[in-house]
């Protein structure tokens, strides 16, 4: 039974791997989760996410609030009061676009038929000075040629866990489930290296 396994995902495909790569990755605590090779579901240390920061602003996140990590849900899911002050803040700061309708199930979206799509970088805060940073990779999707939205989903008042990070965040980020140390290794978008999980070699083993 493997101590750690890695996942890197492009397209929606899961991309399986063990012990095979040295990448400058951040780490913090997990507790409990389960694993196989259609689903994989973590719980963060409650005390992993202290705030979500956009552009220096942060958006209070309560004490306790309890974080998993899902490849089973595809968009990040944030309780009501966390997820209205990320549109807040997030609407503050594209107030140059021109907005769109909204798509369900997303409550921000944006025109991209005039200029190319900017938007600043959503950094979940973790312990130590440590952050995951979403870039605009990770956090616009594209839903037709004209529009594309912010792709966090509002998940209500009472919506357990508070924080549910999903596939769409985890495309182009290389993760690290370190199973005998209870510890999470994240890279943060692999575009900015530049690199892909495209690029990786699953095939390689560690050996006989």
Same mark, same amino acid.
């Given at each position: 039974?493997?101590?750690?396994?890695?996942? #890197?995902?492009?397209?929606?495909?899961?991309?399986? #791997?063990?012990?095979?790569?040295?990448?400058?990755?951040?780490?913090?605590?997990?507790?409990?989760?389960?694993?196989? =090779?259609?689903?994989?579901?973590?719980?963060?240390?409650?005390?992993?996410?202290? @705030?979500?920061?956009?552009?220096?602003?942060?958006?209070?996140?309560?004490?306790?609030?309890?974080?998993?990590?899902?490849?089973?849900?595809?968009?990040? %899911?944030?309780? %009501?009061?966390?997820?209205? !002050?990320?549109? =807040?803040?997030? &609407?503050?700061?594209?107030?140059?676009?021109?907005?769109?309708?909204?798509?369900?199930?997303?409550?921000?979206?944006?025109?991209?038929? &005039?200029?190319?799509?900017?938007?600043?970088?959503?950094?979940?805060?973790?312990?130590? !000075?440590?952050?995951?940073?979403?870039? %605009?990779?990770? @956090?616009?999707?594209?839903?037709?040629?004209?529009?594309?939205?912010?792709?966090?989903?509002?998940? !209500?008042?009472?919506?357990?866990?508070?924080?549910?990070?999903?596939?769409?965040q985890f495309e182009d980020n290389f993760l690290?489930?370190?199973?005998?140390?209870? &510890? *999470?290794? *994240? @890279?943060?978008?692999?575009?900015?290296?530049?690199?892909?999980?495209?690029? *990786?070699?699953? &095939?390689? %083993?560690? !050996?006989?």
């Amino acid at each position: 039974m493997c101590s750690s396994f890695n996942i #890197c995902i492009i397209s929606f495909k899961c991309f399986w #791997c063990h012990g095979i790569f040295f990448l400058a990755l951040r780490f913090t605590n997990t507790i409990n989760g389960c694993k196989n =090779r259609r689903q994989v579901i973590y719980s963060v240390d409650q005390s992993s996410v202290n @705030s979500i920061v956009i552009k220096k602003r942060s958006i209070n996140v309560p004490a306790n609030t309890s974080t998993k990590l899902s490849t089973t849900d595809p968009y990040t %899911t944030l309780t %009501t009061d966390i997820y209205n !002050g990320v549109v =807040r803040r997030f &609407t503050k700061v594209t107030k140059q676009l021109r907005p769109a309708k909204p798509v369900a199930p997303f409550g921000l979206c944006f025109s991209t038929s &005039t200029a190319g799509l900017k938007v600043p970088d959503i950094d979940f805060s973790l312990p130590d !000075g440590k952050k995951w940073t979403v870039s %605009t990779a990770n @956090s616009i999707k594209q839903i037709t040629n004209e529009v594309a939205c912010l792709a966090f989903v509002d998940g !209500g008042a009472t919506s357990e866990p508070a924080i549910v990070i999903g596939t769409f965040q985890f495309e182009d980020n290389f993760l690290e489930f370190d199973l005998e140390n209870s &510890t *999470f290794g *994240f @890279s943060s978008s692999l575009l900015r290296k530049p690199t892909s999980c495209a690029n *990786f070699n699953f &095939t390689l %083993t560690d !050996g006989p």
